[in-house]
């Protein structure tokens, strides 16, 4: 009986040195996942929000060595009635206001301030919808009716194979992805598993083999289009996504701080939604977008592109919010209004009529609310109505 008890705990402390070893060896890998589980909690989220890079991998880009290009100072405007209670309910984080290019309202809430590099959430998908005008431009993509497996050929025998680059811009490739956060088994949840776990997203995009429409026919929001989008870029030039902003956009742009993207554990950007940015450096982001691509002197998104991916273009249903090239417009926006959007309350609003660029980052838990969005972008027109 002795000898058994002894032998039992021997077993029982090998067994316990080498599940040790285990969380020592794979640490980084279970503090992400830790990290991803408890990422939206009510007493975590704003923080969370402002300091990605302490939660996932990252890769920085620089901003270069040059003084920031400013953003002058103009009359600070009075918000409009309800405006701070809304501000309050939709827990915004930060509030930055342009007119004519001058800021006229800026504010920081909850603890956060002008220096927080923020998450963009899915107002990211804008930023490579930009650099794919550009790069289509300098002729390493041919035509965004090319399909998606011609320069990323992983994709063959994925639901992918037959999709164009055009039909993954306008979220219209069919193929079936869940995107539903509060369902821990959906596609959206798998994907941020294989974020935090250090896995592959390319290969996680070329393992999606179901589709529920032919490609171009119907419009579904459908996030892992956008990385697509990154993997053709990358097959294209044979460059990594930051690299591509960072000489394209970023050192052009004069930002304020060196932004950095999230990425898988191969070193690839999570293009879907991983940038972080200052707010005032998504502000000039903006701002450049409404003066049609040109910024400090300088042409740095084709106009052309620029007019092409802020309407709507995608195959949507007739009442829904238009869909251009990763960009959103209301289905009631006058002509020249249109936003970038991402998840818990992220925006960059644009009114080319009155030459106001709004933008917006929160952390709001009930953003899937009914009327939220539309509730959010009535709040904006308002504010730029109040610069008239």
Known sequence: MHTVFKRLLQTFLVVAVLAAAMAIWKREEISRLLAVNSLF????????????????????MSRGDGEPVALPEGTPMTL???????IKDRSVTALVVLKDGDVRHESYHLGTGPEDRRISWSVAKSFLSALTGIIAAEGAIASIDDPVDLNAPELKGSAYEGATIRNVLNMAS?????????????????????????????????????TFAPPGETWQYVSIDTHVIGMVIRGATGQSIPELLERHIVQKMGFEADPYYITDGYGVAFVLGGLNLRTRDYARFGQMFLQGGRWN????????????????????????????????????????????????????????????????????????????????????????????
């Not at 975590?44 to 929000?49: A, D, L, P, Q």
């Not at 409009?80 to 809304?86: C, I, L, T």
């Not at 273009?313 to 251009?324: C, I």
């Open 41 to 60: 909690s009510v007493e975590k989220i704003v923080h969370n929000f402002s300091n990605m890079d302490q939660a996932f991998l990252t890769r920085t």
């Open 80 to 86: 409009p009635d309800g405006a701070e209670a809304w």
């Open 174 to 210: 069919g193929v079936v992805f869940n995107e539903d956060y509060q369902d821990f088994n959906s596609d959206i949840n798998r994907m941020g598993r294989v974020l935090a776990l250090g896995q592959s997203m390319d290969d996680f995009a070329a393992g999606l083999t179901e």
């Open 297 to 388: 002197g300088q042409q740095i998104v084709p106009a052309d592109w620029v007019v092409a991916s802020t309407v709507p273009s995608a195959p949507t249903a007739a009442g829904e919010r238009g869909y251009g090239f990763q960009w959103w417009v209301a289905p009631d926006a006058p002509g020249g209004e249109y936003y970038a959007r991402g998840v818990y309350g992220q925006y960059i609003f644009i009114d080319t009529t009155r030459n106001v660029v709004i933008t917006l980052s929160s952390a709001d838990r009930g953003f899937r609310g009914d009327g939220v969005n539309d509730a959010n972008i009535a709040m904006f027109r308002k504010i730029a109505a109040a610069l008239d």
